[in-house]
């Protein structure tokens, strides 16, 4: 007798490797860059330079009104003075957000690097005050260093056609956003600023991610993806955070006004924001020159455009793959790769014309991988809750240790309710759960549907192949490495964002809803479920 799973058996070490290589282009955006040391050239940017910006002003809180924060301000307007610019104070007198008695002031500092022709100014952003109970070395001195050192590398090489703001906002921490709100409605500034770059942080690192793009998507998306060196852009973190009502942070005044521009932050390690250990001992270089080199970039590409020209206004799907590459395209077409999906998988149901199983096989599919999600939720509420200061190696240890969970569960019960997972129902009725999010995604969130369509249509294609006949080893082999890896990398970044979200934050209560875990987890027992279907794809092995 022949065992014909024998030639997908042979290529196993070979499939798996190829689903690593995916997860690592997944990982790959998630990595800073190396740090340039203080040696680099003049016109780099340098985290080492920028660092010393970091231990200037961030050694004690600097809330509004305070002397710690006169001495923050006095620091920004020294260096700027040294780079041989005049800078501009903007005060305004606001009641103690923090329970003073009194008014304080809030007060802005600018500078302006003049273009040779502008058309218009981009600004670059980050505030410099902090809650009472950090010094805010990430959160948020990493910023105001990496506008500095920005500024002092965008002197020092040519000259850019438009204007360059450096604004350092006060009075971002309390809910108004003083100064950010005060700049956009009375500085005279601000009705030239065509584009603004805010930088923030909520953690001690991991990469300077893109968190919002507002203005004219395409455009904005576009300007971004020409110009960064380092990019770490997804579409269904943009979309997230539109859901949620958009960013609270100094970008809200100037979004808006109407004004286009991005915000970028880094999220690792959370659980120091708004703490007392958020000190410049616990900023990592490497994401500080994520955050710079790419804002001196998009510093230098942008300043170099031409404002009075027509841009599109396409709502965008967008993803980063490997070290470099995003990915981009109008956001209705994830609807049409969704419905190309389904479209596939009814045809693939009429080859085997077993509609009531594929339908069953898809709901259990969904019932597992809910189930998963549920158990792994019930798990992580108390142990974040009894380590509320993780840092990111134990996070992430625990998340290993969930995904472990997750597989034993989803593979536990495919033996009891999928007994004939890679039968042709099996594997569609798989698929069609995955069709189903990619289909209710692209319809009600433009730029999430890309999270659940692509690896659907891959799926679907493989699925009809299978339902057709047999399919031979190789063609196994085809549809577990295709499939997979399509959907490691794409749900890489957002298994780490989504669980990065879920994070114990006791400085900031406020912003810590450890239910997110179920995003990730569902994405992972979903994944699982996926993968599982495609290591026999078609029918069952038969001998002869």
Do not use: C, Q
């Given at each position: 007798m022949t065992d014909q799973v024998s030639p997908s058996r042979r290529a196993a070490p070979a499939a798996w490797a190829a689903l690593l290589l995916a997860a690592v282009l997944g990982i790959t955006p998630l990595i800073p860059p190396s740090t340039a040391g203080a040696s680099a050239e003049p016109t780099e940017f340098s985290a080492q330079r920028a660092f010393a910006h970091i231990t200037a002003i961030a050694g004690r809180p600097r809330p509004i009104g305070s002397q710690s924060n006169h001495a923050a301000r006095a620091a920004i307007v020294a260096e700027l003075r040294s780079l041989g610019l005049e800078p501009t104070l903007q005060t305004v007198i606001v009641p103690d957000y923090y329970g003073g008695e009194e008014d304080v002031p809030v007060v802005n500092v600018m500078a302006r690097i003049e273009g040779s022709r502008s058309?218009?100014?981009?600004?670059?952003?980050?505030?410099?005050?902090?809650?009472p109970e950090t010094p805010g070395a990430n959160d948020n001195a990493a910023a105001v260093a990496a506008v500095l050192e920005t500024a002092r590398a965008v002197i020092a090489g040519d000259r850019l056609r438009n204007d360059v703001i450096l604004l350092f906002t006060d009075g971002e921490e309390p809910a108004p956003r003083y100064g950010a709100t005060a700049f956009v409605a009375e500085h005279t500034w601000a009705a030239d600023v065509e584009f603004v770059v805010n930088l923030e942080a909520i953690g001690s690192g991991g990469p300077s991610s893109l968190i919002a793009a507002v203005g004219p998507n395409r455009w904005v998306i576009e300007q971004y993806a020409v110009a960064v060196p380092h990019p770490a852009?997804?579409?269904?973190?943009?979309?997230?955070?539109?859901?949620?009502?958009?960013?609270?942070?100094?970008?809200?005044?100037?979004?808006?006004?109407?004004?286009?521009g991005l915000e970028s932050a880094f999220l690792h390690g959370s659980s120091i924001y708004h703490?007392?250990?958020?000190?410049?001992?616990?900023?990592s270089l490497r994401t500080v020159q994520h955050h710079g080199a790419n804002l001196l970039a998009v510093a230098r590409h942008v300043g170099s455009l031409d404002f009075d020209e027509p841009v599109a206004d396409d709502a965008m799907a967008f993803f980063t793959v490997g070290r470099s590459a995003v990915i981009r395209y109008p956001a209705m077409w994830d609807l049409m790769v969704a419905a190309a999906g389904a479209a596939l998988l009814v045809v693939a149901i009429r080859f085997t014309g077993m509609w009531l199983r594929t339908l069953r096989a898809a709901r259990n599919a969904l019932l597992v991988a809910l189930g998963a999600a549920v158990a792994v939720t019930l798990v992580w509420f108390p142990l974040a809750g009894a380590r509320s200061t993780m840092g990111v190696v134990e996070g992430y240890l625990y998340l290993a240790g969930l995904t472990l969970l997750i597989v034993g569960i989803v593979l536990g019960a495919a033996r009891r309710f999928l007994a004939a997972a890679g039968a042709a129902p099996e594997t569609i009725g798989v698929v069609a759960m995955w069709s189903v999010f990619g289909l209710l995604t692209a319809g009600a969130a433009p730029g999430l549907g890309y999270l659940f369509g692509w690896p659907a249509l891959a799926g679907a294609?493989?699925?009809v192949a299978g339902a057709r006949r047999s399919p031979s080893g190789r063609e196994r082999f085809a549809g577990l490495v295709v499939v997979g890896s399509i959907t490691l990398v794409l749900l890489t970044p957002a298994i780490d964002t989504f669980f990065q979200l879920a994070q114990p934050r006791p400085g900031n209560p406020d912003s810590e809803i450890f239910a997110v875990i179920v995003i990730?987890?569902?994405l992972i027992a979903m994944t699982i479920e996926l993968v599982n279907a495609f290591r026999f794809t078609g029918a069952a092995p038969s001998t002869a």
């Open positions: 058309t218009g100014s981009i600004a670059l952003m980050g505030h410099y005050d902090t809650v852009a997804f579409s269904y973190m943009t979309k997230t955070g539109e859901l949620i009502g958009g960013s609270s942070t100094d970008l809200a005044p100037f979004r808006e006004a109407g004004v286009a703490t007392g250990a958020d000190s410049p001992e616990r900023v294609v493989f699925a990730p987890a569902l």
